[in-house]
Nanobody, 124 residues
Framework: VQLQACGGGLVQAGGSLRLSCATS????????MAWFRQAPGKEREFVAT????????YYADSLKGRFTMSRDNAKNTVYLQMGDLKPEDTAVYYC??????????????????WGQGTQVTVSS
């Protein structure tokens, strides 16, 4: 199983970026996918998850309204559209896949596979 995240970069505050995570080697439709992020010196933080069957999404409360996660089952790919970016959004963003239950959907332990991460840097 491989998860390949891309789309990160340097952007000014208030700008937008779209991250992509292409997967291979798994039955994509059968798994929930998520984005996490980790800033320097901080623990990995939940961003969003999209469920396997009905594509419902769930976001970290602090990010609602600015970030949108989606999936394209035909392309085995998930996306994270990020808007109104702030310097505090600077982090390495990771995509993950698995079968979390409701109580673990926002925890890294709920996911089995991880991508390598893509750096997002927001300048003020």
């Amino acid at each position: 199983v491989q998860l390949q995240a891309c789309g990160g970069g340097l952007v000014q505050a208030g700008g937008s970026l779209r991250l992509s995570c292409a997967t291979s080697g798994l039955s994509f439709n059968g798994y929930s996918m998520a984005w996490f992020r980790q800033a320097p010196g901080k623990e990995r933080e939940f961003v969003a998850t999209i469920f396997r069957s009905v594509s419902n999404t769930y976001y970290a409360d602090s990010l609602k309204g600015r970030f949108t996660m989606s999936r394209d089952n035909a392309k085995n790919t998930v996306y994270l559209q990020m808007g109104d970016l702030k310097p505090e959004d600077t982090a390495v963003y990771y995509c993950a896949g698995g079968t979390p239950i409701a109580s673990t959907r926002s925890y890294a332990s709920g996911y089995k596979w991880w991508g390598q991460g893509t750096q997002v840097t927001v300048s003020s």
